[in-house]
Each structure stands twice: as structure tokens, then as C-alpha cells.
């Protein structure tokens, strides 16, 4: 297992195991170097750099028992202010895991989302949990945890569909999308490739219905408003449910909320991955969901 | 997407970094190259030069007295796009504090503005089309330091004797939340508060004149307040190019915006027609069926 708190150097071995004596990084062929800046790169996205030195926010995150976090409350449904100063969500329910996992109480900071980076820099909060979509032009600011939702376009099949596992078993058929949305955008540019037969319409809760009537074979929609409608349906209870929908595959399109942290905090980064990842392997992080959607 | 019109921004600063010393060559590439492709260009001016501004300054701050460094700097572009550009956009929503310097906005010190350039350009290019305005709809309440009241800004303009240095209105035509076709009311900003303005200008016998619509539309963002959904922006848009083309004192509908240069990961993102990477969005492909009469 990499231990990624300790610094390894690279020393170079031929198959066998020996060193290989004389090495000069100017003696590998381009292709490889290539791949080995990408495998670099790539190994420093997905483990930056380890809590090596102290991390004054963690440390104080502790010792105050207190976290503050940066929000924008107009976010529906990842953080709402219902205007008495009480906050609801999935972003809410998630921060409150992460307290509950760490002992400690919340504090929030509100502030307009184009501000959000600047205040947190600015050492106004610790971290920013606000329906942050994934940003690569930040990251030499920040540091992002992983992705803790995908909010790109999800096809959606009837419960009785056991045949439709992509796109390409929809060739020729009928699909229900909302009219102007990513996942319009989406099926239009699979259109031609499997000649899929567009049906659009002005919501996703009619392009649902649509799925529901049999009209259409599947529907493309965005997640939030499949969850709402599919909440909506349950509560009149004649709606779609478990036995009759289902998501088909990851999402057609990535657009990843995360959380971001200052680049002095690899600590805080670490623990708020670790509850991330916690929340996704014991199923609570699509329960979540399911309770916020 | 059958648009024939681009307006495009044409920063002073870039053009004429030293006084007198102008550099065309980015400028003329795309003027070319929208040529090439069938498409108007209408030039937006602004952006002043840190030679014809105080120290820590913004780049929308200009004193009177730069106001004839302006003036040579829209004669030379008229000069120069002679017959390629002649539809000449004067600054950018000056009655908005942000826009007009970080001071408060001044419809008399713009209208001195337009007197100072709006000869000049005449005097280079007899075709020119001196735009004025390009005001930001708003519903500040009079003495707001951050903005004006676009309606009150445009008749101190009149006030201020601008009658006689432009050629038409530049209008900015943000619906919000508010469909299409909802009727204009001076408490409200909605597409048609264009109208509002056109009345403005019929109230100081300005009828001959025209407007350009050079920045409007509607935003698909899933969340922002000011937001509509997709279908409804792609439903407004095409609803305003069509009231565009039946209103006879509208010459153009330019909405904002085809495309931003990178993603901004914020609402803006959805104000536009292809994604940064030139990928067309539905409502693009809906705007061209329209274009195309399908």
C-alpha cells in the first residue's frame, strides 16, 4: 500500500531488480517520459500531497471543536435557507456527517458564490461546501476533495427494460428528453450515431411521464429532477418506484459537485475524503441523497 | 447559426497602447474572418489605456480631459474599418458605477463623451454609425451610487443635448424570469423594456433614429434566481428575434452571448450558445431551425 505521508525517491532497477547504474532521465524515450509525467500527474490529483507539515486549520478545527463553512444559501437542493436562518440539504446533511465524524459543531458563513474562493482564501472559513461544481482553472488555488455528487445527465429505463445496458441497445427507439438541457445537448450529438428518435419536451417531469406511459423507450434526464420527480410520484403513489425505473450506467456527461479546501490544509482535505469515501461504501451518501432530492 | 450580425469587443488599450501607435493586427484578423463568414461586425469601444488614465485607475475610468484621446482613438477605427465596420458601439453601460470609472454614473459627462467623438468618426467615415447607450437595465432608485435607472439615463442624455451625436440606440435586453412577451412597465426588467426606451427617444422627437439590440436574452441556469429553464429561454429567445423582425425601428437583435472563451462555473456559463469549446448547445440548434424558417 503507498503510504502517501512518506516521500519515496525514485531510483531506477532493471527487470531482474538491480540498479541500473548511470542513469540519466535524458536516456528514456520520449513516449515513456511522457507516460511517466502523465502517471505522475495523474498520481498527484488523486493523492495530493499528504499532511507532511502541520495543518494550522485542522489543528484549530480541533482545538475549537468549531468548522466553519462557506456557503451560498441559494442553492436548492443542495442548501437552502427557509429565511429564519435554518439550513436544509444535501450539502446540510452532509456537512453535518462530516461534524458528527469529527466531534465538532458547524459554522456557517454565507457568502455570494462568485466571492466563495476569495473568502475562503482569505481565511474567512475553513472550506467551501455549496454545490461547487469541479473547477480545473482553480487548482493551483485550492485543493477539491473527491466528487461527493455527479450531477450530469442520467438515462433512465423501465424496471421491466432488463435488455437496454447503453445507448447503443436504443438503436431506432424513442427517447424523452427536457428540451435545451445537457441532456438534450446529449442525445442530440448521439442522435445520428444511433438514429434515436427525439422526444422533447418543455420539463423533465413530463419527459418522465412520458417513460412512465410507455411513449418512449427511455429518458435522458438530470438526477436532481429524477429524484424530485420520482418523490413527487412516490408521495401520490402512483408514480414511478423502485420496481419500475432504472438508472442505466454512470452518468452521459460528468459534472462533479466537490468541496474545496485551501492548499494549506492537507489535512482537512484528508479527513473530509475519508468521510466521503465512508459515506459512498456504507450506501449512506445515496441515502442522502434520496432524503434531499 | 444564422446570425448576421457579431458584436465583438475592440479594447482600446489593446489597439493603442501608446498614444498614437495603433496595432491592428488582432483586431483586423477578426474583422476578417467574421467578414469571411457572412457576419456583420458591430465594434464595441472601450477599455481606456493606461496612458489616458490616473495611476490605480480602472479601465473604465476616463476624465473630460481624455475625452479627445477617445475621439482619436474612434476616428482612427473608423478610418480604418471604413466600409468592413461601420457600426461603432461608444463604452459599455455607463450608468452603472463599475462600468463608468468606480464613480457614480453621469448621463451629461457621457453625453460630452458622444459630442467629442461622434463628429470626429463623421469626419473619417461618412458611413459610420455612431451607437450610443448600451445601457444596463436596471430599477435603481434615484441616488443610488452603484447605478442608474436606464430610463432616467437615457432622457438626461436628451437633456444633455445628445440628440444630434448618434445614430442609434444600443440597447441591452435582459428578460430575467419574465417571458417574452410580458409588457414593459418602468418597474420591471423584461425584454420589452426596450420599448420603454424607444419611447424615451420618440418623447424628444428622436423618431428617425433606430436601435440595435447589442446584449439580451434569458439564462438556463439550474439554480440562479434570475433563471429560467431551458426550454423556456430556448421558447423567449426565439420569441424575441421574432418580435425583433416585426418591430420596424429594431434593426438588429444581437443576444448575449455565443460564447464565452473558458467555462466560469457559475450562471454565466448559461447565457450562451456553443459551450468554450465551440460544442453547440440546443438552443443553438433551435435558433438556426428558426434562422432557416423550419
Not at chain 1, 531482474?16 to 536516456?27: A, Q, Y
Not at chain 2, 452603484?146 to 432622457?155: G, K, S, T, V, W
Not at chain 2, 441591452?172 to 409588457?183: N, Q, S, T
Not at chain 2, 421574432?242 to 447565457?271: G, K, S
Amino acid at each position: 500500500m503507498i503510504d502517501p505521508s512518506k516521500k519515496q525517491k525514485f531510483v531506477p532497477h532493471k527487470r531482474d531488480g538491480s540498479k541500473i547504474e548511470n542513469f540519466r532521465i535524458g536516456s528514456l524515450p520520449p513516449a515513456l517520459l511522457a507516460l511517466a509525467l502523465l502517471a505522475y500527474l495523474a498520481y498527484s490529483f488523486l493523492f495530493p500531497p499528504a499532511p507532511s507539515k502541520p495543518d494550522d486549520t485542522w489543528t484549530r478545527i480541533q482545538n475549537e471543536k468549531v468548522v466553519r463553512i462557506g456557503i451560498d444559501p441559494s442553492s436548492p437542493p443542495f442548501i437552502v435557507d427557509d429565511g429564519k436562518g435554518n439550513l436544509s440539504g444535501f450539502d446540510v446533511a452532509l456537512a453535518n456527517e462530516m461534524a458528527n465524524t469529527w466531534g465538532v459543531k458547524i459554522q456557517w458563513v454565507y457568502t455570494g458564490f462568485d466571492g466563495l474562493y476569495d473568502a475562503l482564501n482569505a481565511k474567512q472559513f475553513d472550506l467551501i461546501l455549496s454545490a461547487l461544481p469541479y473547477n480545473p482553472t482553480k487548482t493551483q488555488d485550492v485543493y477539491f476533495t473527491h466528487a461527493y455528487f455527479n450531477g450530469g445527465p442520467i438515462l433512465i429505463v423501465r424496471g421491466d427494460d432488463a435488455t437496454t445496458t447503453d445507448l447503443d441497445k436504443l438503436q431506432g427507439r424513442a427517447i424523452a428528453v427536457e428540451l435545451g438541457t445537457n441532456g438534450d445537448a446529449v442525445a442530440r450529438k448521439w442522435q445520428k450515431r444511433y438514429n434515436l428518435q427525439l422526444r422533447q419536451h418543455n420539463t423533465a417531469q413530463d419527459a418522465l411521464r412520458a417513460l412512465q406511459k410507455g411513449e418512449v423507450s427511455a429518458a435522458i434526464t438530470d438526477p436532481i429532477a429524477f429524484y424530485d420527480f420520482q418523490r413527487a410520484e412516490a408521495d401520490t403513489g402512483v408514480g414511478l418506484n423502485a420496481m419500475n425505473w432504472r438508472i442505466v450506467g454512470a452518468p452521459l456527461a460528468g459534472e462533479n459537485y466537490i468541496i474545496a479546501v485551501r492548499r494549506d490544509s492537507p489535512t482537512l482535505l484528508h479527513e473530509i475524503n475519508a468521510v466521503i469515501d465512508e459515506l459512498k461504501r456504507d450506501g449512506r451518501l445515496e441515502e442522502l441523497q434520496k432524503e434531499n432530492f | 447559426m444564422g446570425a448576421p450580425y457579431v458584436v465583438e469587443f475592440f479594447p482600446w488599450a489593446y489597439i493603442e497602447n501608446q498614444k498614437g501607435e495603433f496595432d491592428w493586427d488582432h483586431a483586423d484578423a477578426l474583422v476578417d474572418h467574421a467578414r469571411q463568414q457572412g457576419l456583420t461586425v458591430i465594434a464595441r469601444l472601450g477599455f481606456v489605456p493606461p496612458w489616458a488614465r490616473p495611476e490605480g485607475a480602472s479601465t473604465s475610468y476616463l476624465d473630460p480631459e481624455q475625452y479627445n484621446d477617445l475621439a482619436d482613438f474612434v476616428a482612427a477605427v473608423a478610418e480604418h474599418y471604413q466600409g468592413r465596420v461601420n457600426d461603432l458601439t461608444i463604452w459599455n453601460e455607463p450608468n452603472v458605477n463599475f462600468e463608468w470609472g468606480q464613480r457614480p454614473p453621469d448621463p451629461a459627462a457621457y453625453t460630452e463623451l458622444l459630442k467629442a467623438v461622434y463628429t470626429r468618426a463623421h469626419e473619417k467615415n461618412p458611413d459610420v454609425k455612431i451607437l450610443a447607450g448600451a445601457l444596463a437595465p436596471n430599477l435603481a432608485s434615484p441616488g443610488t451610487p452603484d447605478a442608474m435607472n436606464d430610463l432616467a439615463f437615457l432622457d438626461q442624455m436628451y437633456q444633455a443635448g445628445a440628440k444630434n451625436y448618434f445614430d442609434a440606440l444600443a440597447v441591452h435586453a435582459y428578460g430575467w424570469k419574465a417571458p417574452a412577451e410580458e409588457a414593459p412597465s418602468p418597474d420591471r426588467v423584461n425584454f420589452r423594456r426596450t420599448e420603454l426606451l424607444h419611447n424615451v427617444m420618440l418623447k424628444y422627437g428622436d423618431d428617425a433614429k433606430h436601435v440595435m439590440l447589442t446584449e439580451g436574452g434569458w439564462n438556463d441556469h439550474p439554480r440562479w434566481t434570475k433563471a429560467v429553464t431551458p426550454a423556456e429561454r430556448i421558447q423567449n429567445t426565439i420569441k424575441a428575434y421574432d418580435w425583433c423582425e416585426r418591430t420596424d425601428w429594431v434593426d438588429v437583435c444581437a443576444l448575449w452571448v455565443f460564447r464565452t472563451p473558458a467555462p466560469t462555473y457559475t450562471f454565466n456559463d448559461y447565457f450562451s450558445f456553443v459551450t468554450p469549446d465551440f460544442d453547440p448547445k440546443p438552443i443553438y440548434y433551435e435558433v438556426q431551425k428558426y434562422a432557416r424558417g423550419e
